[in-house]
């Protein structure tokens, strides 16, 4: 039985022209990166840092994520895409059923991860004031606030859904998830998708093949909150700060143990590829991270003075 259930069929977006279609989800990036550059700004403004080097470090976390989450979920969970429409891949268009606005659907958060890294790698060697784990134990705190609003873009997008979730009081029927765009036309008869996802929301026969399930996505984004609020207070309300890599092995160590455990939770996402002993794609590629995160917070010592 469910205490809270809820029947999710959602506007997703708006309506500009044709095809094209502003997505909250695209939104939500938007959320996040400017959240993110307001929280660097503080940082820097706090620890006397010239904000000449704000906006060019701005603008190599935003590519690098979006191209190291892209082609994350390419190469981890869908690289069909590689042969069945390429340029999907680089593009935020679908040209597999003729020309249609998608914005950038598919983003993998270890890749973004990956892309991070080498980002600011990169930024480092041309910007040269900190350390690149001075960088990264700071970044780490604007990266865990906007993975709050991804997972809500994800629900808003009914996608990373979770597992059928049985006698758990709480439940979602993703009724986009469960008719796609195409067969929900057929079904109705009605030829504008919204409208016909409104009709099988009020059908009562339609409705009921739907199943409950988890909203992994909402248990992820409430988890990052609470990330997102340790690595605040270990940054202003204690001195670890200071200790080279710290922030950054702790947001490691919290970020991908949660991704690890809702796994758990979730349908798999696309191809999975690695499935060894009951553990999925995602939880494997987040082992690694985590034994990362305990490395920089417990073993590694920096060879000189962090500048």
Not at 64 to 70: Q, V
Not at 113 to 141: C, E, F, H, P, Q
Not at 175 to 204: F, L, P, R, W
Not at 263 to 280: A, M, R
């Amino acid at each position: 039985m469910h205490l809270l259930k809820l029947d999710w069929n959602p506007v997703t977006g708006i309506d500009i022209i044709g095809n094209f279609k502003i997505h909250f989800y695209s939104l939500m990036w938007v959320a996040a990166f400017v959240i993110g550059w307001y929280i660097m700004k503080r940082i820097f403004t706090k620890e006397k840092i010239s904000l000449d080097y704000l906006d060019p470090l701005f603008i190599y976390t935003v590519l690098a994520t979006m191209l190291g989450a892209r082609l994350g979920h390419v190469l981890f969970y869908q690289s069909e895409l590689i042969q069945e429409d390429f340029f999907s891949i680089f593009l935020p268009f679908s040209f597999k059923n003729g020309v249609e606005f998608t914005g950038f659907q598919g983003l993998a958060s270890h890749g973004a991860a990956i892309g991070i890294i080498i980002g600011m790698y990169l930024y480092r060697k041309k910007y040269n004031y900190k350390s690149i784990l001075w960088i990264l134990d700071r970044i780490v705190l604007a990266v865990a606030s906007g993975a709050v609003f991804i997972r809500i873009g994800n629900f808003i997008n009914s996608e990373i859904i979770g597992k059928t979730s049985g006698d758990f009081p709480l439940g979602v029927r993703f009724i986009q998830d469960y008719y796609n765009k195409y067969e929900v036309t057929q079904i109705t008869g009605i030829k504008n998708v919204q409208k016909a996802y409104d009709a099988i929301a009020n059908n009562a026969e339609l409705l009921s093949a739907v199943p409950y399930r988890h909203p992994a996505q909402l248990y992820e984004s409430f988890c990052y909150i609470f990330v997102f609020l340790i690595l605040l207070y270990f940054y202003a309300k204690t001195k670890k700060s200071e200790q080279t890599g710290f922030l950054f092995g702790l947001f490691l160590i919290l970020l991908w143990s949660i991704r690890f455990f809702i796994e758990f939770f979730k349908e798999p996402q696309g191809d999975e590829y690695i499935n060894w002993f009951g553990l999925n794609t995602g939880q494997w590629l987040s082992i690694p991270f985590i034994l990362i995160g305990l490395y920089f917070m417990f073993v590694y010592k920096p060879k000189t003075a962090v500048k």
